[in-house]
């Protein structure tokens, strides 16, 4: 219980908190995208990469099975929002939306979080650590490409978007290019002044604070209540079932429990705000985008304290 309340209500709190600062309006309008993006283009990278740059060769490839669970449980989620999207008989760009959410979780704003706060509470080791951010930078990427494809393919407007373009955007995601300037300089051996690693490391710290607060100021649940069936399904498809396939997977490895903890926390994450971008630029279900980042973001707080307790 003790890592439960380390490690979720810190997160939580600060949810909380921002919607609080939000709603009473002690700043700005602009103040928390101006938060998003110092996080998105500077902090949060320099926590990627300090983390990855400071593996070894060893703990990367250790980590990439991790990377492949939460790749093939992603592609699980897409196949079975498919499903149940044909059910509901949605069109096909409603049905790219749901399928989107579904398997994109908030790896980096909400599951690092609370990953770090359960392993410092659980007193795990630097290497533990590495290893739990190393397993996501692949699926990152990966996230990227599979939304891009689902997005193309649901787009049914006489308006197209270039690929090639998008796919820029991708390649010059700061997440992106920070995990792999890391996972370049752990390959090569590359030591790091330590100046320098302290310098990300006190960047990369503004991080989790900054995040927390502004998704707490941008959760609203005006959206929710017009789709409240098709947002309680796919939000329970991201946080409830996504956990239970993973832990089906994890079966057929081996793992040590600060693997478990970290993948399954990740397999737990709400969906990603990032997921609107393809929805918005792919003419997708935008309502039910939005609805579903906020339902599971709720949803997901109860699920990662119980899997906590289990593990624990």
């Known amino acids: ?76 989620c897409v196949l079975l929002s498919l499903i149940v ?31 770090f706060l359960l392993f410092s509470s659980l007193a795990y080791s630097d290497s ?35 690929a090639l373009k998008l796919c820029a955007q991708i390649a010059k995601n700061p997440l992106i290019i920070s995990s792999v300037a890391g996972l370049i300089f752990a390959c090569l051996k590359i030591d790091l002044p330590t100046f320098a690693q302290s310098t990300f490391k006190s960047i990369g710290s503004m991080s989790f604070p900054l995040v927390l607060l502004a998704l707490g100021a941008s959760l609203s649940l005006s959206q929710s209540k017009k789709i ?3 947002t309680v399904t ?5 946080c409830l079932v996504s956990p239970l396939i993973a832990a089906g997977f994890l079966l057929l490895i081996q793992s040590s429990d600060s693997d478990r903890c ?21 003419h997708g279900w935008k309502e039910l985008n ?7 973001t709720l949803l997901s707080l109860p699920v990662m304290a119980a899997l906590i307790l289990i593990l624990e």
């Open 1 to 76: 219980m003790e890592a439960v309340v380390n490690s979720i209500l810190p997160v939580f709190a600060l949810i909380i908190i921002g919607k609080v600062i939000h709603y009473y309006r002690f700043f700005k309008d602009d103040f928390f995208k101006q938060c998003n993006d110092l996080v998105y283009y500077l902090a949060l990278p320099s926590l990627l990469f300090i983390s990855a740059a400071g593996a070894n060769p060893k703990q990367i490839l250790g980590s990439l099975k991790f990377s492949a669970v939460l790749c093939a449980t992603a592609l699980s």
């Open 128 to 162: 533990d650590l590495a290893r739990a951010v190393i397993m996501i930078l692949p699926v990152i990427v990966f996230y990227n490409l599979l939304g891009l494809i689902l997005a193309m393919r649901g787009d049914d407007s006489k308006e197209k978007i270039s």
């Open 262 to 282: 970290a993948l399954l926390i990740y397999a737990a994450c709400p969906s990603a705000v990032s997921s609107y971008i393809f929805t918005s630029k792919y």
């Open 228 to 230: 409240i069936k098709e």
């Open 234 to 238: 796919f939000s329970l498809v991201k």
């Open 290 to 296: 939005s609805a579903v980042v906020v339902v599971s």
């Open 85 to 115: 999207a044909c059910l509901l008989k949605m069109k096909r760009s409603h049905a790219a939306t749901a399928s989107h959410v579904a398997f994109r979780g908030n790896l980096a704003y909400a599951g690092m979080p609370v990953v």
